[in-house]
């Protein structure tokens, strides 16, 4: 659950003045000054690009419609990643700007790379690693001293294992934890932690930006993190499986319409677990879900560390988590 962390840090950096919301985003990271667009793939497997139609701003990474995607999640990805060698995630710019998008930007919301980039954003503009920008900023005003991208010796000493479902609904160990070191710092998902820690940044949003008497982030920048910043008629869509190992097909509260802010998935009905329209939310890999509700003034976290995400005994067990801390809410 890193983005919507990284997500906060770049509004941050909106309320600074170094980054723009609706700018295009080659001003600081001109690698992306010609994004290309996937127009499919010729007979021999050799991808089909176009130029895209618009620039890619911040708005467009932080809301997931810039049109990058993830393999998990998106067969054309996989192939051509296979096709060029790419890496699953860009790690330099000569990466991204080879990276192409799967729509014009803004048109549509696909789930992928997008928050890798505005962690790369955030780097260019601030001059510092992610992981360091993260520890001396965030992270240590919130008090998160238990979330880090670089885990101290005694830290990775409590990390815990990733375990697999088997057929049988059991969970076998898949013999490594989620701990890659720090070859690229993913704005996407880089960072570990504590349920405990990641209260301290829920409340940060339930509190309006507010930590202890002392603002973090502006109203506005609260407002872009709780409020769709997706354009007219586009929503959040089913994320359907190209990798089953990993996930999957996924999709929170089917049949009701989602939007996306600068952070978070939105619901736009109450949910049957008592979630409120407006509530925000979103997910890790290794199934750990969050949900902020800010007209209830509820907030919570649910954290395993199995594959494959979206499992759905798992998602059946955070729903009557929520459920019960609605009814303890009263």
Known sequence: MSKAIVSSAAMRQVDAGRL????????????????QVLDGFARDGTPRLRPASRAITLRHVLTHSAGFGYDTWN?????YLRATGLPRTPADAAQLARTPLLFDPGTAWNYGISTDVAGLAVEAVTGERLDRHLAQGLLAELGMVDTA????????ARRVTT???LPDDGFGDLGFSMDRGIQYCMGGGALHGTGRDYLRFIRLILNGGLHDGTRLLSPAAITALTTNQLEPGVRVRRMISS???????????????????AGFMITTEDA?????AGSLA????????CWIDPASGLGGVFMTQTLPFADPRTLAAFARFERAMYDMAG
Do not use: C
């Open 20 to 35: 723009s919301l609706d700018a295009p985003l080659a001003e600081v990271l001109p690698a992306l000054a010609l994004p």
């Open 75 to 79: 067969v054309d990805v996989s192939n």
């Open 149 to 156: 991208v670089v885990l101290s010796p005694a830290q990775r």
């Open 163 to 165: 375990m697999r479902r």
């Open 243 to 261: 990798d089953p190992l990993r996930s999957h097909d996924a999709e929170f509260f089917p049949g009701q319409p989602k939007l996306w802010s």
């Open 272 to 276: 049957p677990t008592g979630r409120r």
């Open 282 to 289: 979103w997910a890790g890999i290794a199934n750990t879900y």
